[in-house]
């Protein structure tokens, strides 16, 4: 392969432009790490500091002593794992018998399926709303949880996945005697681990971010989820003094779903090539 | 697990008829009660809760506080079903706007304040005071947690630094305009801000100066749009006389932080601004430096006048109609209403009872003089049904003028039709 | 190479009801359809969860835009009285207009930066690998906190307006406020677009690009004849996902500015005549025509990208 002195050149300029744009990509939530940890009245000075003319450590503690933090981080922990299992298993059995199986109907409910992600959520809160009340899971995890224990996404990713694993495999695990079960979990299961982590991821990341539903349908102090706590924190934190407080209350909010975002991008990505079909 | 979840759904689903909140059973009551986020008024809520649960054993209060932006949202959601907390504080715009004629509300037990009927009630608090919580027909829904009227803050200090006297506060808005331009050659660029907020402050902004010019947003049987008659284009040129045109400040540079509403006052950088008395305790809470500095002085008006007119708003505790325990709702309520000279002290809130301004709390008030005369002059916001779109149309056409520079005949002409087509 | 993928199969016409799988052939008779029946069992947690809790009130949408409901009376029927009203209606025909120009602002700049990243990306020179990150990193933030952080990146004396030396009121002027929301939009959606691009490229057999960079091809040329006609399924469907995240998006909206300065999107517009003015049958009205946009605009996505393959 040639590559003249002059491509080399041009290519090493345009890594270090992509470079420098991911690194102002990734300043603004530097911006908001170390203005949290700045003393208050630093935050918007003119001209702009970086850097804090002292690291006031203690605005990290002080959304938990003053405001019900780790309640609302508990909740969103809780919520966000319970919604994430609950999507496994229904997202792959769904995926498995839509893509594996034959049986009248199957076309149309996973059309269905996949039509709801073109209606606007907002809208059906109310009925949606009204369901829940009679089910009297109002102010309950229940009504945070199982609501939202299945997606259309998730149906439609772990479908396009296990579309991918050979029928010779399956029909090779049935003549061993195999049965439906116990095919998923020794030869589908460990084949689309790889979509199921970015099942998990997405979910679980949708869920951190779910602002609405949480504030209609379980407000009080016990049920509230992070997203609504934030909301309710900015409003009952006035002036200047608390800007700190509520950007560290932000990088907290931000902190779990980056971590598990960077330690599981590998699989992340690949779920996601797996789901576009492009196997 | 998910198919027990499932199973749960289904078996739950199919027997949803029942439900709703639980029956006050053999003496114990639980009382959901909900407010909106003020940080000084909810720990005097939990302190008086806990006072009230200590003589009533057998009652419980659930509390909740709700985000303003959120609270209709959640009520509405809410009380559609049939749900929603027993007692609701919430202020006269949305009770006469949305609960009232959705007919979501109570009528008032005079019982549980130990009257007879409902005018001994009334016979305690200032005549008028109470209408922000009555309905067509004159009954009533509430009774007050607050009552606000509109006065003025000045910041004697940037005054003395212009060489403006501190006891001669602007009495007309020419004035502010014209002391705007001695505090900016004295380096203050920010003289008067308006608040930018949400839609609801540009709603009661506006219709404080509507009030002074003699305009309205609607006309008095609520039926028409009423934003281009000459009393309203003058409040809006006003505003944009204030904000834009006079240069006495940037309206671009006021912060707009519905959280900190008064910031720019409270941090130093503005040196008038149209106040309320809890703004105040607000701001000697958080900036107690600049605190020192400020006067509460009359609201100015378009002129000089011996008939001043003022803007008053109260927020109102009231019991939802699908409560199952009205009258130990209400007997929740006379308590809280009873705490008249705390409310003042802790909160600054008002409880206009007939002669509250003479009370001991009172007299101790910073500037009591001015605030009492300001709700002697108030009146009551005109609201209507889907009063959300008209409050959203009204911050349009002022965003419109004050900001993009339309002219105000035609962003109040457009404004109207909106208005028209909500109301209509 | 592959087919614009399964996407298709969510337009009705595209579907084949009779659509077996490969390997259905090869099974046989009775324990066949007890095999099938149980397949068919598998799906029920999940449909069951569908229909109580999306399928029923979704469908409750389309019977409630056929009435007036104000939530607390009971919802009286008007035709279509309310697709009527939108017809003629300034603020649903601003608030669509200002849905298209956040959807084609933001996520026309986002497929072709996050495009133009993974060519450059995926041959990143050694040592350099961890600079996707740093573009992948605002995918996995939540809008409610990052707008706490970006209020403060866009206020006057903020971090935008001091770096760049500018003096623009971001948030509070009709020419700058859609641009604040497209400049977070860009920011926030970029890395998602960019994994999905990732992934394409990752696939595509490098014998192609060998055989074009000895034909002497330049990168430019390599690009438009070779990588870009290979990446089409791709595009297709980040196509697709940004139309239906860009005409459903709401979060930035309510955050950033509150629909003021002509930045109301229609799912706001939704959301407030909903549960704001009480209008339930008006709000599902619009509702429905989103769907039914949606759908359409999928459709014709589809299309296109179908007869520009063949």
């Given at each position: 392969m040639k590559t003249t002195p002059v491509r080399r050149t041009a290519r090493v300029g345009v890594q270090l432009l992509v470079a420098a744009g991911g690194v102002v990509f990734a300043a603004v939530l530097a911006y908001a790490f170390l203005s949290a940890l700045k003393p208050g009245g630093e935050v918007l000075s003119v001209p702009l500091h970086w850097w804090p003319s002292s690291f006031e450590w203690h605005n990290f503690a002080r959304p938990f002593t003053e405001a019900a933090f780790s309640r609302y981080y508990l909740n969103s922990v809780f919520v966000g794992v319970s919604v994430t299992l609950l999507n496994i298993v229904t997202c792959t059995l769904a995926g498995y018998s839509f893509s594996k199986f034959s049986y009248p109907g199957r076309n149309t409910a996973f059309v269905v399926v996949l039509a709801t992600l073109m209606v606007p959520l907002e809208v059906i809160y109310v009925p949606l709303y009204a369901l829940v009340f009679d089910l009297g899971w109002v102010n309950s995890f229940a009504g945070l949880i199982i609501p939202a224990g299945t997606s259309a996404f998730g149906i439609f990713l772990m479908r396009q996945s296990i579309d991918s694993v050979p029928d010779e495999l399956l029909e090779a695990a049935r003549l061993d005697g195999a049965g439906v079960v116990r095919t998923l979990l020794t030869i589908i299961g460990p084949l689309v681990r790889g979509p199921i982590a970015a099942l998990a991821l997405f979910i679980f990341l949708m869920n951190w971010d779910s602002h609405l539903w949480p504030l209609l349908v379980a407000s009080d102090d016990e049920h509230r989820t992070l997203p609504v706590g934030l909301a309710a924190m900015q409003a009952n934190n006035l002036g200047a003094s608390s800007v700190p407080m509520m950007m560290a209350a932000a990088v907290l909010a931000l902190l779990p779903t980056i971590v598990l975002f960077l330690s599981l991008q590998k699989r992340f990505v690949e779920g996601v090539a797996m789901s576009a079909g492009l196997r | 697990m998910a198919i027990a979840a499932t199973l749960a759904v289904v078996a739950a689903g199919s027997a949803a008829c029942g439900g709703g909140s639980d029956d006050a059973a053999g003496g114990n009551v639980t009382i959901t009660f909900w407010t909106h986020t003020h940080p000084p008024m909810i720990d005097l809520n939990k302190k008086l809760i806990a006072e009230y649960e200590s003589k009533n054993p057998n009652v419980k209060i659930e509390y909740q506080t709700i985000p303003n932006t959120e609270f209709n949202t959640k009520m509405l959601t809410s009380l559609s079903t049939g749900a929603g907390p027993d007692i609701i504080n919430m202020d006269d715009n949305a009770l006469r706007g949305e609960y009232l004629p959705k007919r979501l509300l109570a009528e008032i037990d005079p019982k549980a304040f130990g009257k007879s009927s409902v005018g001994e009630v009334e016979a305690d608090y200032v005549p008028g005071t109470l209408d922000g919580a009555k309905d067509a027909e004159g009954k009533l829904f509430g009774v007050p947690s607050e009552f606000n009227g509109t006065a003025f803050a000045i910041n004697t200090a940037h005054f003395k630094d212009a060489g403006l006297d501190p006891a001669q506060p602007p009495k007309t808005w020419q004035q502010v305009v014209d002391y705007g331009k001695k505090l900016n050659a004295a380096g203050h660029k920010q003289a008067f801000n308006f608040l930018y907020l949400h839609s609801g402050w540009y709603s009661q902004n506006f219709q404080t100066l509507a009030n002074q010019t003699g305009?309205?947003?609607?006309?008095a049987d609520g039926k028409t749009a009423n934003l281009e008659s000459e009393g309203t284009k003058e409040a809006l040129r006003l505003w944009v006389e204030l904000a834009r045109t006079s240069g006495i400040s940037d309206p671009k540079s006021s912060s707009r932080d519905a959280t900190a509403p008064f910031q720019d006052l409270a941090s130093g950088t503005q040196s008038m601004a149209i106040v309320y008395p809890w703004s105040m305790d607000q701001i000697k809470e958080s900036n107690p430096d600049t605190y020192k500095n400020l006067a509460v002085v009359p609201l100015p008006q378009p002129t000089a006048t011996s008939t001043p007119v003022n803007r008053v708003y109260g927020y109102f505790w009231a019991v939802n109609n699908a409560s199952k325990q009205k009258a130990e709702a209400w007997k929740f309520i006379s308590y809280l209403a009873s705490q008249k000279e705390r409310w003042l002290t802790d909160?600054?809130?008002?409880?206009?009872?007939?002669g509250w301004e003479t009370s001991a709390p009172a007299k101790a008030m910073p500037f009591i003089d001015v605030i009492a005369q300001s709700y002697g002059t108030g009146k009551y916001d005109q609201v209507g049904p889907h009063w959300a779109e008209v409050q959203d149309t009204i911050r349009d056409a002022v965003d419109a003028a004050v900001f993009d520079g339309k002219p105000v005949d035609e962003a109040l002409r457009e404004a109207n039709e909106a208005v028209q087509r909500s109301i209509g | 190479m592959t087919a614009p993928t399964r996407p298709d199969q969510a337009s009705p016409p595209a579907v084949n009801p009779r659509h077996r799988p490969s390997g259905a052939g090869i099974r046989r008779r009775r324990r066949v359809h007890r095999r099938d029946l149980l397949g068919a069992l598998l799906s029920v947690p999940a449909l069951a969860l569908f229909a109580v809790f999306a399928i029923y009130p979704g469908l409750r949408v389309f019977y409630l835009s056929l009435f007036d409901y104000s939530l607390t009376a009971p919802p009286e029927f008007v035709g279509l009285d309310n697709f009527r009203f939108l017809a003629t209606d300034p603020r649903f025909r601003e608030t669509v207009l200002n849905s298209i120009f956040y959807t084609v602002g933001t996520y026309l700049p986002a497929l072709v930066l996050a495009l133009l990243l993974a060519i450059v990306l995926r041959r990143m020179?050694?040592?350099?690998?961890w600079v996707r990150l740093l573009y992948f990193l605002p995918v996995a933030t939540s809008w409610v906190a990052i707008a706490v952080v970006w209020r403060l990146v866009l206020h006057p004396d903020g971090l935008l307006n001091q770096t760049l030396g500018l003096d623009v009121t971001w948030l509070s002027s009709s020419s700058s406020a859609r641009w604040a929301l497209v400049i977070m939009g860009v920011w926030k959606e970029t890395g998602f677009f960019l994994i999905l691009f990732l992934a394409g490229l990752a696939r595509l057999p490098a014998e192609v690009h060998e055989a074009a960079l000895v034909d002497g091809a330049n990168a430019w040329q390599r690009f438009w004849r070779v990588t870009f006609p290979l990446l089409k399924p791709i595009t297709a469907i980040c196509t697709i996902i940004a139309v239906i995240r860009g005409f459903q998006s709401f979060s930035p909206q309510v955050v950033l500015t509150d629909g003021a300065f002509g930045t109301e999107v229609v799912n706001q517009f939704v959301y407030k005549t909903a549960f704001e003015s009480a209008r339930m049958g008006r709000a599902s009205a619009v509702a429905v025509l989103m769907f039914a946009l949606l759908i359409a605009v999928t459709m014709v996505q589809l299309r296109v990208f179908r007869r520009e393959d063949s």
């Open positions: - | 305009g309205s947003i609607v006309s909160v600054s809130f008002v409880q206009p009872v007939k | 020179t050694a040592g350099l690998g």
